[in-house]
């Protein structure tokens, strides 16, 4: 299950979270501690309530002596053992417990451990590198211990620092064959991720899974560079076609083959490779492929408009034309999606968000209608909605939409400006001038770079002058 943001957790969760931070900052510990506990229960797998709760930890712990915390770490056996025998069947479990024990012993290294089991059969990888941290800073030459903590970087994208890690490693371990091996395993993970192929790899792709020899995997992950020039592209396309005349079953040869087409902006041939893959078994369930299907289709579009002449007299045409045509296509592929997965509110998002671009309103309003009881889009929504209307001149009902997503929102983030943004906007709208201008005020006194407030308020004050 992959890790939650703060837009990403019901209201009532958010609500504790940010009690938990009045806490923190009252430096009231104890109830932090609390709270976040509860929030974490509630949502284990919000990673910034988690990163709050260890502060907390910390900050109520920090006069401890090294008998209390030796004290602590003994009294914590019990909850040790209770939390190694829960990883075996939940790792949620096994992480409550784990907290359990951190909440008077943040630095005990046996809870830690547990954390980054439970975290890595949860996939939560951000969760793990938050405990490995503070393992390697408990054990600063446990090798095996710094290798994993740079795997966990690296799957969250710190990949420099994973770097750094290995790099000092293989410094006072010049030949030790592990850490070489950690050191070339990691240059290949840069490799996979700077093509773009990370997402392929990171599970969402089932063709993976049926690779019978992980050398094979590597080999091919080093060879996809994004910088690919157009005679090493050609040559790896060759390679590839002469592989597959030996062997015609291996998927990720042959997905690897679409993905260099598609490069070389032949989109026809890529799309010939997806077929063939569509065409087995793994590839008929695999739901990435479609979305790198409808991307490839997409991906033409945009080259066919790239290839026009703009000196043409039916250039402007010509782009409308495409543009409405790539429009068309993906409402059609999103339908397709909405039908085959009704519930997933998610997918009803997307949907009004592509009839919203293309000016279809009344269908927009629908889907958003029904993503707003998605937790995780519901904000989105409402701020989608609050558009719709002013598109149809329903400024009221526009307002009241807005004002309701900004009570739901306590985080004063970048959406939360947004909906105040277009909070001003609906309200100039509507002739209330001076309300507008308090609605831009809000982000001018936080953020003076917002959109174009700083000319607003400006603007304002330097009528009244």
């Not at 988690?50 to 004290?71: E, M, N």
Request: proline content about 3%.
């Amino acid at each position: 299950m992959a890790e939650k943001k703060v837009s990403e957790i019901p209201r009532e969760v958010r609500l504790l979270y940010e009690k938990g931070h009045d806490a923190l900052l009252r430096e009231n510990y104890d109830y932090a501690v609390t709270l976040f506990n509860q929030v974490l229960a509630k949502e284990p797998t919000f990673f910034d309530g988690r990163k709050a709760l260890r502060t907390a930890q910390f900050k109520k712990a920090g006069g401890s002596s090294f008998f209390k915390k030796a004290w602590s770490s003994a009294s914590s056996s019990p909850l040790v053992v209770k939390a190694q025998i829960a990883l075996r069947k939940d790792p949620g479990e096994a992480l409550h417990v784990a907290e359990e024990i951190l909440n008077t012993d943040p630095t005990n290294s046996a809870a830690h451990r547990i954390v980054v089991e439970a975290a890595n059969a949860m996939s939560m990888p951000r969760t793990a590198v938050l405990s490995l941290d503070i393992l390697v800073k408990n054990s600063p030459k446990d090798k095996a211990l710094i290798i994993q903590f740079a795997n966990f970087l690296a799957e969250t994208g710190d990949n420099a620092r994973a770097e750094k890690l290995l790099v000092d490693l293989s410094r006072s371990l010049p030949h030790d064959a592990e850490v070489s091996q950690a050191l070339k395993d990691l240059s290949a993970r840069n490799t996979l991720d700077e093509g773009g192929y990370d997402a392929l790899a990171s599970g969402e792709g089932s063709y993976r899974d049926i690779l019978k020899n992980e050398k094979e995997a590597v080999s091919l992950e080093q060879q996809q560079r994004v910088q690919k020039t157009e005679d090493t592209a050609e040559k790896l396309i060759g390679e590839y076609e002469a592989r597959l005349k030996k062997e015609p079953g291996n998927l990720r040869l042959l997905r690897s083959l679409a993905e260099l087409f598609t490069q070389k902006k032949q989109f026809d041939r890529a799309l010939q490779c997806y077929a063939q893959i569509k065409a087995t078994d793994t590839g008929a369930s695999d739901p990435t492929l479609d979305r790198a299907i409808a991307e490839t289709k997409v991906r033409r579009f945009d080259h066919e408009i790239e290839s026009l002449d703009p000196a043409s007299p039916e250039y402007t045409e010509r782009v409308a034309a495409i543009n409405a045509e790539k429009a068309a296509f993906k409402i059609a592929e999103c339908q397709k999606r909405v039908e085959k997965f009704p519930t997933d509110l998610a997918i009803r998002f997307e949907m009004g968000a592509l009839y919203f671009e293309a000016g279809k309103i009344g269908e927009a309003i629908q889907e958003f209608q029904k993503a707003q009881s998605n937790p995780h889009k519901r904000i989105a929504a409402m701020n989608y909605l609050a558009q719709c209307f002013a598109k149809r001149r329903m400024f009221d009902l526009a307002s009241k939409k807005l004002q309701e997503a900004i009570k739901e929102k306590p985080l004063f983030d970048d959406e939360k400006k947004d909906l105040i943004y277009n909070l001003g906007a609906v309200l100039e709208s509507m002739g209330k001038k001076e309300d507008a201008v308090e609605q831009y005020k809000l982000i001018y006194e936080v953020d003076i770079g917002y959109k174009d407030v700083a000319a607003k308020v400006d603007a304002f004050y330097s009528g009244q002058g």
